[in-house]
């Protein structure tokens, strides 16, 4: 069965500081990654995704992922972490079926 | 483009009473989703449909939930009677096509809350 595991259920970064949320999938095919953010009492807003092509994919507000095969991996980064990142990021894989992480809470100390 | 509308964003209700989420997905969007999520985890899906069809229900408590989208629209989700498990957000979701690679919008979700 898929899986996905996000290492760090909370990761604290101070403004202006690098960003990096880990994601790994376990298929011997790769699925379809994305990156999911999800503000309080919101629901879950594309980030980026993981179709085919390119390995590096851009996404909004800032944020990218790459995509690498060898380690099964497809971890968030942000060059320069801003208060308004601050909220919970999901990792889904989409195969027949589509499988989240349990979720990694951003916290941004000023 | 108008996005994935539900409701009601919150409701409270008594273990054993029944409760009904709505959701209108995006037009157009053939497939749509019900997913479960419990505070500290990642979304579960209950049930996939593509269009008036059910595609998934796999993970569906088919004792006390139901959800129907009858006119291959808008769609209900009912919970009878609810218990205090059941307490998280339902968030629904629709996508063009059967998601493989299109990726979903999602609604902003029901919180309830079963006390």
């Known amino acids: 069965a898929q899986s996905v595991t996000q290492l760090g259920s909370h990761v604290s970064v101070s403004e202006g500081a690098l960003v990096l949320l880990r994601c790994n999938y376990s298929s011997s095919v790769p699925p379809y990654l994305f990156w999911y953010v999800q503000y309080p009492n919101q629901g879950l807003q594309l980030l980026l995704k993981?179709?085919?092509?390119?390995?590096l994919v851009k996404g909004i507000n800032g944020f990218e992922a790459e995509f690498k095969k060898s380690e099964t991996s497809f971890h968030l980064t942000k060059p320069s972490a801003h208060m308004s990142d601050a909220a919970e990021y999901f990792c889904a894989a989409v195969r027949q079926k589509v499988t989240f992480g349990t979720g990694t809470k951003l916290q941004v100390i000023p | 483009e108008a996005g994935v509308a539900q409701s009601p964003r919150y409701k409270i209700i008594e273990k054993r009473q029944s409760v009904a989420f709505w959701c209108n997905p995006i037009?157009?969007?053939?497939?749509l989703y019900w997913y479960q999520q419990i505070l500290g985890q990642g979304p579960k899906l209950l049930i996939q449909?593509?269009?008036?069809?059910?595609?998934?229900d796999s993970q569906l408590p088919k004792d006390r939930f139901s959800a129907e989208r009858l006119k291959g629209v808008d769609s209900t989700l009912k919970i009878q009677p609810a218990k205090l498990e059941d307490s998280a957000v339902y968030l629904c979701?629709?996508?063009?096509?059967?998601?493989?690679?299109?990726?979903?919008?999602f609604g902003s979700g029901t919180r309830l809350t079963v006390v």
């Open positions: 449909f593509q269009n008036n069809g059910v595609v998934d």
């Open positions: 993981y179709t085919t092509g390119a390995t």
């Open positions: 037009s157009g969007h053939a497939t």
């Open positions: 979701a629709s996508s063009p096509l059967a998601g493989q690679g299109t990726g979903y919008t």
